[in-house]
């Protein structure tokens, strides 16, 4: 591992993060904070989306069959308004837009008197405390974190079914799936984890988002299916357009090749709309990167072909009502019985700082600190 180290600091405490280098070199694993859950979007986090052509042609492909002549409401449209436009363009009856930063909501008010004068009206405000004035027959919603209901979307979008949405109307995405295999970081990274300098600050943000120091949510980088070890399993089944939101369960994961695991890869599997194009972001590039969750074991554990990895996933909210937690529990199962008990987490905010053995070496072995006057 590097020994650069940059400081952090959020309200009267500070710590030191590992460095990897000044920028992520996307051909090869890197980390990355996930940013998604917290309100601390700029301008390279929304450039970063307008630029991701595979996720945004899911969403275009869908937008343009489903909103000719519907009223529509986009949740979250930030300050290009994207997909408000894009329907507007496809023939929307009316388009409401809904967005909480000031900033944006200053800047997607001036595109759409320029770009659609009269068609696009946009709500300041969480479209959980907002009220509309009328109702929509088609919701976009963005909302969809590298765990997939990370960002709290399936709570919005109950919210919406209810005070919102008309009967029957539709919800882009359609489903989104969050699956899971097993993984070896330090394998992957043989030269120790450790955040890009350029993202440093974002992590940082994160910290000060959540009011204080947490073993915060990490997403890897530069890496495909290769980096998997075992058969995949499910997370999450978030299907909005059922109303069916399955984000407990029993995850099973047997060994394809032998290796060392100390982690599971967790990435989506998207559908704009049913029987539409899928995006499945471990095999393409997006900016939906996996999740690493590591076990809290004390090293990576070495395993054979036909092991399993037994583990029981609970979700339930974070202390703000919206973010979701996700817990994993359970054991590894050897082929000659023998078990190893394992578990992991992957919280919102409010964890233990430096618990994980990723965190433990991202952060180091000290106490964050009073910062000195």
Do not use: K
């Amino acid at each position: 591992m590097g020994s650069e180290w940059e400081t952090l600091v959020v309200g009267d405490r500070q710590a030191r993060v590992n460095l990897a280098g000044p920028v992520p070199e996307p051909d090869r694993p890197h980390l990355w904070p996930s940013v998604g859950e917290y309100p601390i979007y700029d301008a390279f986090l929304y450039h970063a989306m307008l630029a991701d052509r595979h996720r945004n042609e899911v969403f275009r492909d869908t937008i343009v069959q489903q909103a000719p002549g519907a009223t529509v409401l986009e949740i979250g449209c930030g300050p290009d308004l994207l997909w408000s436009l894009c329907a507007a363009e496809a023939g929307a009856d009316r388009v409401l837009s809904v967005e909480s930063l000031d900033d944006s909501v200053r800047r997607a008010e001036e595109l759409a008197r320029d770009r659609a004068p009269g068609r696009i009206s946009v709500v300041a405000g969480l479209s959980t405390e907002v009220t509309l004035p009328d109702r929509a027959g088609l919701c976009i919603a963005e909302l969809v974190g590298c765990i997939g209901g990370s960002e709290g979307m399936a709570r919005v979008i109950d919210d919406a079914r209810r005070r919102h949405l008309s009967p029957g109307a539709r919800v882009v995405p359609h489903r989104v799936r969050t699956l899971a295999a097993a993984v070896c970081l330090a394998d992957l990274m043989p030269e120790g984890p450790g955040v890009p300098e350029i993202l440093v600050p974002y992590v940082e943000s994160v910290f000060r988002a959540a009011g204080g120091f947490f073993d915060l949510r990490m997403c890897v980088g530069g890496i495909g299916y290769d980096a998997i070890r075992s058969t995949t399993g499910t997370v999450e089944d978030l299907r909005f357009n059922d109303g069916v939101y399955q984000q407990d369960g029993d995850l099973r994961l047997t060994m394809t090749r032998p290796g060392r695991v100390d982690g599971l890869l967790l990435w989506l599997d998207l559908e704009g709309r049913a029987g539409g194009e899928r995006l499945d972001t471990l095999a393409t590039r997006t900016s939906w990167l996996p999740v690493y969750v590591p076990l809290q074991i004390p090293e990576p554990v070495t395993l054979d072909p036909g092991d399993v990895i037994e583990l029981r996933v609970t979700s339930e909210l974070s202390a703000d009502g919206v973010h979701p937690d996700y817990r994993f529990a359970g054991s590894v199962r050897r082929a000659d019985r023998r078990r190893v008990p394992v578990t992991a987490e992957s919280l919102y905010a409010g964890s233990a700082f430096r618990r994980s053995p990723l965190h433990e070496a991202l952060f180091g072995a000290a106490e964050p600190v009073a910062v000195r006057a």
